[in-house]
């Protein structure tokens, strides 16, 4: 046997053809000719000194020898695959711009936390805030590197989704008509039945999101008012104007208008909870990803989290999960 290691590229033929059962197929998973994987599976069984294939048997058989190659084979093509994205995610936050984009809330709280952490190894980072259809278009156009939004449906399979995390939905009425209608459960109802509800447009996918679970709950109100961002949404909520129906991310995105408002849990439901999504091109910036995830999670635990709960005392227990 040559003291050459193998080709990696004849061994994952090999394992093609093993899987597939044919070279047929194994040439049609990879993208080549057959006469390619016949070739490349020559060259490994001159390589090794050994005949890897039982070819009278259809399908194809790995012989004893092939079935040993078989099994070491996939240890050694993942291992190859690790080093290979390593080597690429290495390079590039060494020598490339990182462009992460999130939706407003996520960028507005959690991004600085992200950039502040990452910087250290990257010359230059963008920060872009955006709606999640936007967001997942930038990234299909290479214009992202990351994004972070509000849904999974992205129907290109190039492209990794990760849950970060999820938030559940909350309302919140003016400090001043909860001190009118009483601090407890019948007072918080009162109130909300006082009030007009301010709503996210529909146009966003926050806003699609807390219109079905209203409906879902059965809680109906006219549209009188809608709103693209939550700023001007909670200031008049903390003017006594009205109601909203928001998340905890949201509500610290803009958190000058807490010390107005009193938060009223909803009723749970799954569709009461808003997922955040870590969207990548498959095989690109894994190590990135990863770190990103951590980072986001550890931020929400040990600083997101406990800072609204000290301005909330009634924030659910549930209010963020990562399970």
């Given amino acids: 046997m040559s003291d050459m290691p193998f080709d990696l590229h004849a061994l994952q033929a090999f394992v093609a053809v093993c899987e597939g ?24 069984e001159t390589q090794s000194g050994m005949v890897l294939l039982d070819r009278e048997f ?38 490339a711009q990182i462009r992460l984009g999130g939706v407003d809330s996520f960028s507005a709280t959690i991004g600085p936390i992200l950039v502040q952490a990452i910087s250290r190894n990257a010359r230059q980072i963008s920060l872009w805030s955006g709606l999640t259809p936007i967001l997942s278009e930038q990234l299909q156009r ?14 290109d399979l190039r492209i990794e989704q990760r849950l970060l995390f999820s938030e559940c939905f909350v309302a919140v009425i003016p400090k001043s008509v909860a001190e009118q209608h009483g601090d407890d459960a019948a007072g918080y109802q009162s109130a909300l039945q006082s009030l007009p509800l301010l709503r996210y447009t529909r146009r966003s996918v926050i806003g ?35 109601y909203a129906v928001t998340t905890p991310l949201c509500l610290w ?37 990863e770190e990103v995830s951590s980072l986001t999670r550890q931020a929400l635990q040990d600083k997101i989290s406990p800072a609204i709960r000290r301005v909330l005392p009634g924030l659910p227990k549930d209010a963020f999960s990562w399970k």
């Fill in 58 to 95: 259809r399908p194809s058989r790995p012989t004893a020898a092939g079935r040993l190659l078989l099994d070491l084979a996939q240890g050694l093509l993942e291992h190859a695959q690790r080093v290979n994205e390593r080597l690429i995610d290495a390079s590039r936050s060494e020598m």
């Fill in 253 to 289: 995105q803009s958190r000058h208008c807490l010390p107005d408002v009193v938060l009223v849990p909803l009723p749970a439901s799954q569709l009461g909870r808003r997922n955040f999504f870590l969207l990548s091109r498959e095989g690109e910036w894994n190590s990135l990803a």
């Fill in 142 to 155: 290479r214009e992202l590197d990351l994004a972070v939004c509000t849904e999974s449906n992205v129907n």
């Fill in 208 to 242: 699609q999101q807390i219109e079905r679970y209203l409906k879902h709950i059965k809680l109906d109100a006219p549209r009188r008012l809608e709103f693209d961002a939550t700023d001007p949404m909670l200031n008049l909520v903390a003017w006594g104007l009205g």
């Fill in 21 to 44: 059962g044919s070279m047929i197929e194994a040439a049609r998973k990879l993208g080549v000719t057959q006469s390619a994987i016949s070739q490349l599976i020559k060259s490994l």
